[in-house]
């Protein structure tokens, strides 16, 4: 039987973590300490403005994912349980100290995104001591959908090194909700500090593939943070934050209401279009003012008239 290979060998790159002779193995790797987080990222921001920015025009990424280990980001959360909102408040404050700088320097400074995305993460294959990172421009969006960039410290040199890497990467990571922070941006470069960043309540990720010629296969994903979310289809004219529009022919408007019921922790889903297959089962069809719910686990796979599939996640 064919091995699995690690996250490393498909990043061709796992030759660096075997430990040769001139290594001490039996040397315990040092723990992640706060202050390698927050410099880390001030790190990969202003490597962004670096690499992104053109003529007189300052770019950088509103959405900075930082990977580690399962056990550091345990770690992490059982002994400095909070660290990662208050890592999330210094380092926007210190983005706007060095934005002000640029635009007082005559630079122009105009943000990509209405707001900064934190997501602390954790894959399988790192090793206690490795972090990476991910940059977006827009957050939640796949707009580097052929590949994305990837920075990582390996534990044996401490070498930031950084490669281009496919989307389907990310499948090996786990997103945590307690991980994910949101802060919006403030055009006058000051942080709000009567609103600490804080933890975004996530409830569920959904996630499908778009089919339609002008998508090309783009994945998307929509983070269920409110107790009821519809799924509607292109024609859908509201932008409600609590409605998931796939733009497709094959959605119908409505498709889908989905309900997380706070009582028994379960999620539950009615039926409104045309065809909903959940699980290989079809759900009947109901009104949509008189929904007929039935239960919907998590990591359920649901399919609309045959041709779109939703996934649906544990945040």
Known sequence: MEEKSTFWERL???EWFL?????????????????????????????????????????????????????????FMDNKQGIFGLIVHESVKKFYLLLQDYRNKG????????????????????????MGFMGKLLPGS???EENLRVTFIPRQTGIAQTYDVNQEILKGFTFYSEGYYEVPYAEELQYDEKNPAAPVKTLARLETILHEKEFSGKRVEYLMK??????????????????????????????????????????????FGEKTILNEKEVKISEINHPEWVELPLNSRIMLNGIIGINIFKS
């Open 19 to 75: 430990t040769g002779d001139e290594v001490n193995t039996s040397s315990k790797p040092q723990s992640l300490t706060p202050n390698d987080v927050y410099t880390y990222i001030l790190n990969k921001f202003n490597e962004s403005i670096t690499e992104l920015s053109f003529a007189n025009r300052q770019v950088f990424y509103h959405e900075f994912i930082i990977c580690f280990s399962p056990d550091d980001f345990k770690e």
């Open 12 to 14: 061709n790159i796992h």
């Open 107 to 130: 630079k122009t400074v105009e943000p990509s995104s209405s707001k900064w995305v934190f997501r602390f993460v954790s894959h399988p294959d790192y090793q206690k001591g490795d």
């Open 142 to 144: 796949d707009q580097k």
């Open 226 to 271: 409110e107790n009821e979310i519809l799924v509607s289809g292109k024609d859908e004219t509201r932008d409600d934050k609590n409605i998931f529009i796939v733009p497709s022919d094959w959605v119908n408007t409505p498709h889908l209401q989905i309900r997380h019921n706070t009582s028994d922790g379960k999620f539950y889903l009615a039926s």
